[in-house]
């Protein structure tokens, strides 16, 4: 069965303290992974996806297919990172996204 | 700017009473979709169209419908409410996925209440 597993409802760090958001997932074959942001108020949105390999607002993640991972990560947590953030796996054969129940990140001063 | 809108954002329904709610957008995306998302749960995808060709999933209940009429405007129909059916709905649009950079952009929700 595909699945996204996000172990942690809440994580709470000091701002400039580091940042893993941990993703776990279950496919078989080659995975398509995303994170999506929710902001106070805002719409769910993109923030990275796997495949660009790319860095925004200073977060990464790196796909270890080994085990089965896809952690959010950055060096240095900002207050305005405080969201709820979502690691999605694209679904086989079509377009449809499979959500992990989210991990609200809270970064206070 | 180029967005998915939904409306009404806050809906209150009673139960057993038809309610639809809408979905708009102005990227001209091929593809539209929408999830049902409770409390502290993950979204939950409850079909999509692609083009015109809608695609349910298995476990959506029946009481679920949508319409596609054409490519801007998507529509939920809950035939007969159930107080379960209390959650955000979430419309999101994308590109057909061989155009590359595939994402999906999400409207604001609506939050529809059953009493």
């Known amino acids: 069965a595909q699945r996204v597993t996000q172990p942690e409802k809440l994580l709470s760090v000091f701002k400039g303290a580091p940042v893993e958001l941990k993703c776990n997932y279950s496919?078989?074959?080659?995975?398509?992974l995303f994170w999506y942001v929710q902001y106070s108020r805002q719409r769910l949105q993109l923030l990275l996806r796997?495949?660009s390999r790319e860095s925004i607002k200073g977060f990464t993640a790196d796909l270890n297919k080994g085990e089965t991972s896809f952690h959010l990560k950055k060096p240095f947590a900002q207050e305005e990172d405080s969201a709820m953030y979502y690691c999605?796996?694209?679904?086989?054969?079509?377009?449809?996204?499979?959500f992990g129940k989210g991990t609200t990140l809270s970064v206070s001063s | 700017d180029a967005m998915v809108i939904q409306n009404p954002r806050y809906q209150v329904t009673q139960f057993g009473k038809p309610v639809t709610l809408s979905c708009s957008q102005t990227?001209?995306?091929?593809?539209m979709y929408w999830y049902q998302q409770k409390s502290s749960q993950a979204p939950k995808l409850l079909f999509h169209?692609?083009?015109?060709?809608?695609?349910n999933e298995a476990d959506t209940p029946d009481n679920f419908q949508s319409r596609r009429p054409n490519t801007s405007f998507c529509f939920l129909d809950i035939r007969s409410p159930g107080l379960g059916d209390a959650a955000m709905y979430l419309c999101?649009?994308?590109?057909?996925?061989?155009?590359?950079?595939?994402?999906?952009?999400f409207g604001p929700g609506t939050r529809l209440t059953v009493t």
């Open positions: 999101a649009t994308s590109r057909a996925p061989t155009s590359g950079g595939y994402e999906q952009y």
């Open positions: 496919y078989s074959g080659s995975p398509e």
């Open positions: 796997h495949i």
């Open positions: 999605a796996l694209r679904r086989q054969a079509g377009t449809a996204l499979i």
């Open positions: 990227l001209n995306h091929n593809v």
């Open positions: 169209y692609y083009d015109k060709d809608f695609n």
